[in-house]
């Protein structure tokens, strides 16, 4: 008996001492990881950090381009609070914002809804509607400028083949962001509709099953069962609209330049006639701060927002 005891022992695997354990592994580690961090770090520092301290310090100068900057401590920061034409931007803004975002949600949703059920050529038709979000804006842009032409736009032929009086759409100072709105939403229920899409089609079918058997109708299904499920995916459409009709700046630049007048002036308009138009970089540079104060006051809102739909991905 010993001698097999004797024997096995030779046959056991010499111990192992841990990889972890050996002197200095963890410090040549923890130095290997600076050689992927540190490039990390300088990318991010020069390419978003350091433009937004260099502007954040722009901004407490009164400095237009050709001309000497003149310290001016926060002088633009009180002058954008009595300048009557950038507050108006700002309400322009956000009515442009509530509308490109909300009318696609709702056209989105019915959309999502009328798709997801079967019928003949469901997938062409699917395609087919998805087609105008592949455009580029500027494209998409020019020829909407043509259609909303008064005299010679197809738009204004459409409303007389219904009887109704023409419109003078962008050129209107009533009906200019309306106007603008209309594209944005031909433009982006597509994308809405294929997100909500990938939530229909990720639903249980025991909720619906149950709900029949005991004499549910269709409203009843949608507004208890399915608005409820979809609803963390109309968050995130939200939340991509809402950054999208934000920084709106091609579309609106290339049909009305600001126009009427200043009645379609969005912060992004004003900002780059501060800019590159009147090359009054200190208060371009200031309105860029109150901006990214305004995009960090909806993304913290749209992030409780998302909390609250119990969003689970």
Not at 80 to 92: D, P, S
């Amino acid at each position: 008996m010993s001698r097999r005891v004797r024997m096995n022992s030779h046959l056991r695997p010499p111990t192992t001492v841990s990889v972890a354990a050996r002197p200095g592994f963890l410090a040549r580690r923890h130095r290997s990881y600076y050689l992927f961090v540190v490039p990390a770090l300088v990318v991010v520092g020069a390419v978003i950090i350091f433009p937004w301290l260099f502007t954040a310090w722009m901004s407490a100068f009164d400095w237009k381009i050709g001309t000497t900057a003149h310290f001016a401590g926060f002088d633009n920061y009180v002058g954008l609070a009595t300048n009557q034409r950038f507050l108006e931007a700002i309400v322009h803004t956000f009515y442009f914002t509530a509308l490109a975002v909300v009318v696609p949600l709702v056209l989105g949703l019915a959309a999502a809804l009328i798709f997801h059920r079967e019928f003949p050529f469901r997938g062409l038709l699917r395609g087919v509607f998805t087609m105008p979000m592949m455009a580029t804006p500027v494209a998409v842009a020019l020829v909407w400028t043509m259609m909303f032409h008064p005299q010679q736009g197809v738009l204004n032929y459409l409303l007389s083949l219904f009887g109704l009086p023409p419109s003078l759409w962008v050129y209107s100072p009533t009906w200019v962001i309306p106007s603008l709105v209309l594209v944005e939403i031909w433009h982006w229920t597509p994308l809405v509709m294929l997100i909500v899409l990938g939530g229909l089609a990720a639903l249980p079918t025991e909720p619906y099953e149950s709900a029949r058997l005991d004499g549910a109708s269709e409203w009843q299904l949608f507004r208890y069962i399915t608005l409820p499920l979809v609803a963390p995916f109309l968050v995130v459409a939200a939340v991509i609209r809402t950054i999208d009709a934000l920084k709106a700046f091609d579309t609106i630049y290339v049909i009305s330049q600001g126009g009427p007048g200043t009645a379609s002036e969005t912060i992004n308009i004003y900002l780059y006639l501060q800019a590159f138009a009147f090359y009054n970089v200190g208060n371009a540079s200031a309105v860029v701060v109150v901006f990214f104060v305004i995009i960090l006051a909806l993304a913290l809102l749209l992030l409780y927002v998302r909390q609250r739909a119990k969003w689970t991905g």
